[in-house]
C-alpha cells in the first residue's frame, strides 16, 4: 500500500511530488465515492479525530467535518473562542487533554505560525495543519492544484498567476510550493505593498501590472485582502484597491483569451473580484470547494495508513 513520506501534513515544504501525485490519485478515487448515491466509506472506522480551530473557519472546518464523516471516523470539534483557552489554558495542555479522550488524529488552525509544528513535536497523533497564521495552509493548496488540474488535465508547463494580498497569505505560499513542485510556472501580481520583498527567492516571476498577468496566465488564482492581518495601511482605500487590482469581466473581455478563475474564498465580492467574473463559465470556484472534501479524505486516509476503502 502507497504511504506519505510523512507522518503529518504540516505544509507543502516538505512534501515530495509523489506525495503530491499520491494525494490526488486518492482524491480522485474518493470524488467518485461523494458523487455516489451513498456517500460514505469504511476507511475509517475506529479512528478518533479532533479538528481544533483557534482562528475562524468556514469551508476548511466544514470541509474536513465532512470528509471525516464520508470516511465514517468519529469526530469531535473544538473552537477556542467557547473553550477553556478563554480561562488561560495553553495549547498544549488543551490538546493533551484532547488526546486522553484516545483522540487519533488533529487537524488543527491557529494564528501563530509554526503552531502545528511545535505540537508535532509534543505528540504522538498525526496532525494536520489546516492553516498556521500567515505560513501555510496545506490542503487548500492541494485542493486549488487538484482542481487545476481536474480542469487543465496537467500543471506541467502551465501558467498560474496569484493575484492580491500574497504578504499576508498562507494560501499563497503553500500554492507556489505546490505548483512548482508538479511544473507550473508560477507569477505573483499585487501592489508592491502587498507582495513580500523576497518574494523572488521562491523562484516566481513579479508583476506589479493585473493586466500583464492576465495576459501571461492560463490560470489566475484571486486572493482576498486579509484586512484583520494589517497593522497598518498598505495602500489607500478598497475602492482604489478594486479599481487596479480588482479582476472584472469588462477587464477579461479585452484579453484575447480565456483564463480559468480561481479563488480560495471568502470572497469579497466587488473588491478582489466582481460577481460577474465569480459567478462566470471561467470560474471554478465552487469546483474548488467540492474538490476540497474529496482531497481531504484522502489526506486523512493516507495519513492514517491508507486501510481498506
Ligand atoms: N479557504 C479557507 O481557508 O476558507 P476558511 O477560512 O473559510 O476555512
Known amino acids: 500500500m502507497p504511504q506519505l513520506s510523512q507522518k503529518h501534513l504540516l505544509g507543502i515544504k516538505n512534501a515530495t511530488r509523489k506525495d503530491l501525485e499520491l494525494i490526488f490519485e486518492t482524491a480522485a478515487k474518493f470524488k467518485e465515492v461523494i458523487n455516489r448515491p451513498i456517500k460514505k466509506v469504511p476507511s475509517l472506522r ?12 468556514t469551508r ?3 470541509s474536513f467535518e465532512l470528509a471525516e464523516k464520508r470516511l465514517s471516523a468519529d469526530v469531535i ?7 477553556s483557552v478563554k480561562k488561560g489554558e495553553t495549547l498544549l495542555d488543551t490538546v493533551n487533554n484532547i488526546l486522553a ?3 487519533d488524529m488533529v487537524v488543527m488552525r491557529h494564528s501563530s505560525p509554526g503552531a502545528p509544528h511545535f505540537l508535532a513535536k509534543h505528540i504522538d497523533a498525526n496532525i494536520v495543519n489546516a492553516g498556521d497564521g500567515t505560513h501555510e495552509h496545506p490542503t487548500q493548496a ?3 492544484t487538484f482542481s487545476i488540474q481536474q480542469k487543465h488535465g496537467s500543471l506541467e508547463g502551465l501558467k498560474v498567476a496569484i493575484i492580491g494580498d500574497i504578504l499576508h497569505s498562507r494560501v499563497a505560499i503553500s500554492n507556489i510550493l505546490a505548483l512548482q513542485r508538479l511544473g507550473a510556472e508560477v507569477m505573483v501580481c499585487g501592489p508592491n505593498t502587498l507582495l513580500p520583498k523576497h518574494i523572488t527567492a521562491l523562484g516566481v516571476k513579479v508583476e506589479l501590472e493585473i493586466r500583464k498577468a492576465l495576459e501571461w496566465c492560463n490560470v489566475a488564482n484571486i486572493l482576498r485582502i486579509q484586512l484583520e492581518r494589517q497593522q497598518i495601511k498598505y495602500f ?3 475602492r482604489e ?3 487596479y487590482y480588482g479582476v472584472n ?8 483569451k480565456e483564463i480559468t478563475i480561481m479563488h480560495p474564498g471568502p470572497i469579497n465580492r466587488g473588491v478582489e473580484i466582481n460577481s460577474d467574473v465569480a459567478d462566470s463559465g471561467h470560474s471554478i470556484i465552487l469546483e474548488q470547494v467540492e474538490n476540497g472534501v474529496a482531497v481531504r479524505m484522502a489526506v486523512l486516509y493516507l495519513l492514517a495508513g491508507g486501510g481498506s476503502s
Not at 469581466?249 to 484575447?256: A, H, N, S, V, W
Open 46 to 57: 475506529d479512528i478518533t479525530i479532533a479538528n481544533i480551530f483557534f482562528e475562524n473557519s
Open 60 to 62: 476548511t472546518r466544514l
Open 77 to 83: 470539534n473544538f473552537s477556542s473562542s467557547t473553550s
Open 101 to 103: 479522550m484516545k483522540v
Open 142 to 144: 492541494l485542493l486549488d
Open 236 to 238: 489607500p482605500s478598497l
Open 241 to 243: 484597491y478594486s479599481l
Open 249 to 256: 469581466k469588462q477587464l477579461l473581455d479585452t484579453l484575447d
